[in-house]
């Protein structure tokens, strides 16, 4: 099946992944330049230069243990980091 999904979020992107798992074709649409929807970082030209600023969620916690594993692998992957300042189960997305 070929399913369109709008919005390149965590809940996005974790849909997206789970349909393509299931053997679909998927096309994620974000009006973003990148995907990470609230935990995204944007950019912004000034005088001075280009500033960066995270104005969304400061963080995602992760709980569910399919959810974790996930997220263990993307940390792996030098995506996602842990922040202990927010808890155990607190994690950001990186480099921002």
Known sequence: MRIAIVG?????????????ADGNTVTVFDKGRGPGGRMATRRVDT??????FDHGAQYFTARDPA???TVVRWSE????????????????????
């Not at 992107?13 to 789970?18: G, N, P």
């Not at 005088?47 to 960066?52: E, M, Q, S």
């Open 8 to 20: 390149a979020g965590i809940a996005g992107l974790s849909c997206a992944h789970a349909l393509q």
């Open 47 to 52: 005088a001075l230069g280009t500033i960066a």
């Open 67 to 69: 959810f974790v594993q």
């Open 77 to 96: 992957e030098s995506v996602a980091a842990r922040w202990p300042a927010a808890g155990d189960d607190a994690w950001v997305g990186t480099p921002a």
